[in-house]
Structure formats: structure tokens, C-alpha cells
């Protein structure tokens, strides 16, 4: 009885490995044919031999900038000809952050983001070694001589995006032969890729601004707001804009000026619905590649939950680049897949690489009518956020970007203006150098337009100026019972303070003996909800103010000089950012350090005027409205480095108190974190009747560029903006 048993374990035990060896071999043959298939739609879509190569997250699968400290990434390529599939290019788990193959297809450069090493491998996995220090930002072959180059992003700075201040390029076979490519301004990570002749490179300048660098005469251009800007790798200058929604790339057609957008999330699984990330125009500008779809939400945020259904996605475009018109999905496996990086044999030859002539992307001199006018001793200069605000201003003649810093619960108006009702807005490292610039030359001259929203009997309130509060003011355009007032901070010579309005005495800010004179004069009344340009002009006893072109203010005033002159915030809207402040929008903010004459103030106003004869009122919506569907509102640690967000809810329209929409339901985005605060008003109860005022979200363009979270299975719901939120 006991053989038998013996006996009849030994046959099932056989059986078992039997079944065990068939289902291996099972395994083993249905990913052969998983690798054919692939290979063959791969094949369909380019046309030509294929290299891509990622990264594959073996930690959390939540790695997707490659920047935790948990150093758990695989280097993984694919080839369509080898056969073998996706497969490992190095196995050791480290940090491999935005790899990219080689020109001629033959190598891949990563970088160690937490070490700042940039190193090269064939693509094989062979002959690993050291490139050189920083992060990889881009490879280029100069189509004349051959050369490969890798530009490499030097001296990170610790702010939000992590932009390089310097952009080095080292020849790919000689790292020690390098140059200087760009330091116009500091440049992001992603995406720096470069068009065929080497000149022009897409980037972030820094984030969220992203545009075109012209890296042979030292100027870009800004192109619009977001995430992992493209440029087409021929010369046909097209450029994309990752949208804020993580779904759409912004294209720009630089030779034709048009732009218009394109889904990136239609592949086969993600279907429109989900988000996308890692966009990047392979070397042939018909394709590109996107990793998705992102649908667990970590936090408010989906690309922060990764996920092991994150691939690898191949798309191509139509000849129009209107639509992408065929996906593959490349890869399959239960570890999320980041920065792709797609290379196609084909590419040289393809009919989009024509020669042509260079677009008007370069910087061009000043028409002798445009606005402001001139640019003699001008210190500052915030025209609107869609422009570049530059200007030449520092000791040794370099160019100096001015930008500003929302604070509070202040946003940008409809036509990239500042909105001041609810914040303020802060120079951004602008104090020392215009003390500095003011000290030496006591002359100065404001200009702006100016549109007041509120104006309360008897409180005064700061429009713009050097200050940290009452008392503490270089000067200040302050507004007091409906009137423009100038407050300036002058020493006491010829006897300032006995002189027309003195209004106060006090110690310097640099502790000196010697008094300061706070000096302040009426000059003209200001109308609630009317834009005025406004023009104040200080010389030394000599006081001047322009409104909307015409002079309103001419006397002889108290002479001084701006020594005792502290690094206080260039501030819009206030003295701090906790206090109420000045209620309004401003915009065509320049400050010079010098006295202007008549003629150039009605230049001034003139030239500013014909921009402003095109703009018309928004068509505003009053609806009822109740909440159906509502988003969970992202934390601030989800959406960094954007300081702002906005999510979509779903409404059921209960009526429309004026105007029209054609839908019974409708998607409405609203503010919820503003300058890393999340809004009281930010979570919405489902059920509950809101009555807002909506604005076609398209006719917001101030929007694109910002984050937003929107979900819904109606991917034909009209979307608007709540403009009170």
C-alpha cells in the first residue's frame, strides 16, 4: 500500500512539472508574440528603424521626475530590430533622469539628478563611463561637420523648477572641449531640444515660461506658459507648450504666427480622458512620445501617483500636425515607464527637414512707435506677463529680467495685467540694484496704467512704490479720498522741510544722524473703474505728472536727493501681503532713473493707448447652477512647483439670469490655491445651488499655463471660468 501511494505521488508530482514546463513555455511564447506584435506595429507607424529609451520605476512608481531620494530606476531601451523587446539597458537600480539617445542613434545620455553627473552608455549597456558634471539637457549634430554635442545645464538654482543658470555644450567623444551655449537667462530641465541648424532651442526660461532661444545672437522669445516645451527638430520652427491640464500641447507655427492646440492623451487606453506626461518630440518631427495614463490621484494629483499602468506611448502626427493620428503603446509591464526618449533612422531623410529660410523669432529693433518709447536709464520694466519685461539696467550694461511675484490672493487680469483687488504683487530681486541705481542719481520717473476698482472715503491705500509700510518709503503712488498722491523719501537739502509739501521728519533707514524728509503731493483725481495712464516725473525741485497724455501737475517742489534711500520691495497693491491694499489692476509699469520731458510722456501715452483701442468687454454668463460632480482639491505639495490651481466641477444648470448657454450641464474651474494658499472658497458642496458669473474659459487666456484638475465622462461639456473665485 505504501509504493502504491509512493507510486501515485511520483506520477503527480511528474504531472505537475509537466503542466509547470508547458505553462512556462506558454509564458515564454505569448511574449514572443507580445514582442513581434509590437515590433510590427512599431514598424507600421514610423516606416524605419526605432530606439527608445526610459525609465522603469522598480520603488513606489511614483519617480516620475526622477528626483526622490529612493534610488530605484532601471535604464531600459527598446530596438525594433534586435528582437528582444524591452529590455534593460542598466540594470543597477540608481538615478537615471531624462535620458536621451545620441544623434546617430548608437548612445544614450542620463544624468544622476541628487549627484549633478552626466554620463554616457552605448546602447547595449556597454562602455559606461562619466561624461562630465551637471544635468544632460539636450543632444545635437552639427549637420556640417559631424560632431555630436550634449548641452549640459550648469550651477542648479534651488527654486521652484530647479532651472541651470548656464547651459555648457561638450563635444560627445571630447567632454573636454566645451563652450558657453546660453546664459541669457536661467533654463529648466525640460525640454531643451534644438532645431536641425543648431540655432534655435525650446526651453523653460525659467518655469513656467516657456519659449525659443536663439543661441547664436543671445535673445528668446516667449511663446506661453506651462511644462515641457517641444521644438520640432527640422527647420520648420513649430514649438509646443505643455498645457496645464497635463492633455494638451499648444502648438506655435513661428514662421506663420498661429498657434492652436492638439490632444496628446488619445491613445488607445487613455482615450481622452486620462492625463499624459514626459511629452517629447522624438528626432523626426512627425513623432513623439507621452507616458500615461496618470489616474491615481496622490494628494490632488495624478501625476504624483504614477502607477504601474504608466507606458511608454508613441504617437505620430498628421502632415498638418493637427491631430495625432496613430499610437503604439510600447511598453507593458507593472512598473511605471518615465522619460521617453524616441529615435528614428529615417529622420535625415525626411521631407520636413527642407531647408528653409530662418522665422522671425530673432529680436528685432525697436519700432521708432513702439511702446515705451525709449529705454534710456530704464530701471524696471513690467510691460504684462506675456511679454519678456527686460532690460538693460545693471552696473556692467547686462540684460536684467524684472519679473513679479504674486502674493495674497492677487492673480493675472484677462489681459495678463496685474489684479490687485485681493493681493499684491513684489518685484522680484529688484531693491538692491535700484536703491543703488537712485542713490547715485536722485531723478526718477513712474509710469503705468492704472484702473481703480474701490475707492473708500479717507483710507489710503499703496498703488506702487519702494516701500515696507508707512514710514518706510523710498517712494509711493498711494491713492487717499479718490485722489493719486506721490510720497517721496528726499534728504534735507535747501531746507526741504519748510519747503511745499514736507509732510514728516524721521531718522534714515541707514541709521544716520541726519534726518529724511517724507515729502508727498496731491496731483490728480482717479475714477473708479476708468483705466488712466498715469506719468509722475521727479528732478531735483522740479515735479511733473501726466494723466492719460495730457499734464496735469507742473510746480517747483522741494529739492533733495534720494541718499538715505533703503532696499525696500518694489510692491503693486500694497505694503504687505497680509494687509489690505490698494484695489485695481496695473499693468505698462516702467521706472526710470531719470526726469522726462513732455514730448516722450504724450509718446508714451499714445503708443500705449493703441493697444489698449482693441480691447473689448468680456461676455459674462450669470447662471444657477447646482454642483453634480465635485474634484477633490489638490494639496500644495501635489501641484508644485505651480503655486496656483485651478479644478473643473460639473454642474446641472437650474437657470440663466443673463446671457446664453447651450447645454444643460456644464464644467465651471475655480480658484483654489493661490500663490500656495488653498482658498476658504475652495471646496464646494455636491447638491448645493451656486450662482456665479462664467466666462468662456477660452476667453481667458491669462489661464493657459496654470494647473488645473478637470474630470468628467462628457468630454463635450463647455467650459467656463467662475470669475469670482
Not at 518709447?373 to 547686462?398: K, P, Q, Y
Request: hydrophobic share 40%; glycine share 8%.
Amino acid at each position: 500500500m505504501r509504493i502504491f501511494l509512493q507510486l501515485r505521488a511520483r506520477r503527480f508530482l511528474a504531472a505537475v512539472v509537466a503542466v509547470g514546463g508547458l505553462a512556462a513555455f506558454g509564458c515564454r511564447s505569448g511574449e514572443r508574440i507580445r514582442i513581434r506584435e509590437t515590433a510590427e506595429a512599431v514598424r507600421d507607424l514610423t516606416g524605419s528603424h526605432t530606439r527608445v529609451v526610459w525609465v522603469e520605476d522598480h520603488g513606489d512608481n511614483r519617480n516620475y521626475n526622477a528626483r526622490s531620494d529612493i534610488r530605484k530606476l532601471r535604464l531600459m531601451g527598446y530596438d525594433s530590430r534586435d528582437g528582444l523587446g524591452a529590455r534593460v539597458i542598466l540594470g543597477e537600480l540608481s538615478n537615471y533622469a531624462k535620458p536621451m539617445i545620441t544623434p546617430r542613434g548608437d548612445r544614450v545620455v542620463f544624468s544622476d539628478f541628487h549627484h549633478q553627473v552626466v554620463s554616457v552608455v552605448d546602447f547595449d549597456g556597454a562602455n559606461r563611463r562619466r561624461f562630465t558634471d551637471g544635468m544632460a539637457l539636450g543632444v545635437w549634430r552639427d549637420p556640417e561637420t559631424g560632431i555630436e554635442w550634449v548641452y549640459v545645464g550648469r550651477e542648479r538654482v534651488d527654486r521652484r523648477g530647479f532651472p541651470y543658470r548656464y547651459v555648457y555644450r561638450h563635444r560627445l567623444d571630447d567632454p573636454d572641449a566645451y563652450e558657453r551655449a546660453w546664459d541669457r537667462r536661467m533654463t529648466g530641465m525640460d525640454n531643451f531640444q534644438l532645431s536641425a541648424d543648431g540655432r534655435y532651442a525650446s526651453g523653460l526660461f525659467p518655469w513656467p515660461d516657456a519659449g525659443v532661444a536663439d543661441l547664436r545672437n543671445g535673445t528668446w522669445t516667449r511663446l506661453g506658459r506651462g511644462c515641457w516645451p517641444s521644438l520640432a527638430p527640422d527647420h520648420s520652427h513649430l514649438f509646443w507648450v505643455f498645457r496645464g491640464d497635463h492633455r494638451t500641447l499648444r502648438f506655435h507655427d513661428l514662421r506663420n504666427d498661429r498657434s492652436w492646440s492638439v490632444p496628446a492623451n488619445t491613445a488607445p487606453g487613455i482615450d481622452g480622458r486620462y492625463r499624459v506626461y514626459h511629452p517629447r518630440w522624438s528626432n523626426h518631427p512627425r513623432f513623439m512620445a507621452v507616458t500615461g495614463p496618470y489616474r491615481i490621484r496622490v494628494g490632488g494629483s495624478y501625476t504624483r501617483g504614477g502607477g504601474p499602468d504608466v507606458e511608454v506611448h508613441i504617437g505620430r502626427f498628421n502632415e498638418e500636425f493637427t491631430e495625432i493620428e496613430a499610437w503604439v503603446r510600447l511598453t507593458d509591464s507593472e512598473r511605471a515607464a518615465f522619460f521617453p526618449d524616441v529615435w528614428i533612422a529615417s529622420a535625415a531623410a525626411s521631407d520636413a527637414f527642407a531647408k528653409a529660410e530662418d522665422p522671425a523669432v530673432e529680436e528685432a529693433e525697436a519700432p521708432t512707435g513702439r511702446w515705451p518709447v525709449t529705454r534710456d536709464d530704464l530701471v524696471f520694466i513690467w510691460e504684462d506677463r506675456s511679454r519678456d519685461n527686460e532690460t538693460t539696467a545693471d552696473a556692467d550694461g547686462d540684460t536684467v529680467t524684472c519679473s513679479v511675484r504674486a502674493e495674497g490672493l492677487a492673480r493675472y487680469g484677462r489681459f495678463f495685467e496685474m489684479d490687485v483687488r485681493h493681493g499684491r504683487f513684489v518685484a522680484e530681486d529688484a531693491h538692491p540694484r535700484l536703491r543703488d541705481r537712485f542713490r547715485e542719481r536722485p531723478e526718477f520717473t513712474f509710469e503705468a496704467l492704472i484702473t481703480p476698482t474701490a475707492a473708500e472715503p479717507g483710507a489710503e491705500a499703496l498703488i506702487a512704490g519702494m516701500s515696507a509700510g508707512p514710514g518706510n518709503r523710498n517712494y509711493a503712488l498711494l491713492q487717499r479720498d479718490g485722489h493719486l498722491y506721490l510720497e517721496l523719501r528726499l534728504s534735507p537739502d535747501n531746507d526741504a522741510s519748510t519747503r511745499e509739501g514736507a509732510a514728516s521728519l524721521g531718522e534714515s533707514g541707514d541709521n544716520h544722524e541726519e534726518p529724511y524728509v517724507a515729502v508727498s503731493w496731491a496731483l490728480f483725481p482717479l475714477k473708479e473703474n476708468e483705466p488712466t495712464h498715469v506719468i509722475v516725473s521727479y528732478g531735483p525741485g522740479r515735479l511733473s505728472a501726466w494723466r492719460n497724455g495730457t499734464r496735469a501737475v507742473q510746480r517747483d517742489v522741494a529739492h533733495g536727493d534720494f541718499r538715505y534711500w533703503d532696499a525696500y520691495p518694489l510692491a503693486f497693491g500694497g505694503d504687505a501681503e497680509d494687509q489690505a491694499g490698494w484695489a485695481g489692476f496695473i499693468e505698462g509699469v516702467t521706472l526710470y532713473n531719470r526726469a522726462i520731458e513732455p514730448e516722450e510722456a504724450v509718446a508714451k501715452y499714445e503708443r500705449y493707448a493703441e493697444r489698449l483701442a482693441g480691447r473689448s468687454p468680456p461676455e459674462q454668463i450669470v447662471v444657477e447652477a447646482r454642483l453634480a460632480h465635485a474634484m477633490q482639491v489638490p494639496t500644495l505639495e501635489a501641484i508644485a512647483p505651480y503655486r496656483r490651481a485651478l479644478i473643473a466641477n460639473e454642474y446641472e444648470l437650474v437657470d440663466v439670469n443673463r446671457g446664453q448657454v447651450d447645454a444643460e450641464r456644464i464644467l465651471v474651474a475655480h480658484w483654489v490655491i493661490l500663490n500656495d494658499r488653498v482658498l476658504d472658497t475652495a471646496t464646494r458642496v455636491p447638491g448645493r445651488v451656486y450662482r456665479m458669473t462664467l466666462e468662456p474659459f477660452e476667453d481667458r487666456p491669462e489661464l493657459e499655463g496654470e494647473w488645473i484638475d478637470q474630470e468628467s465622462d462628457d468630454f463635450f461639456l463647455p467650459l467656463f471660468f467662475d470669475v469670482d473665485s
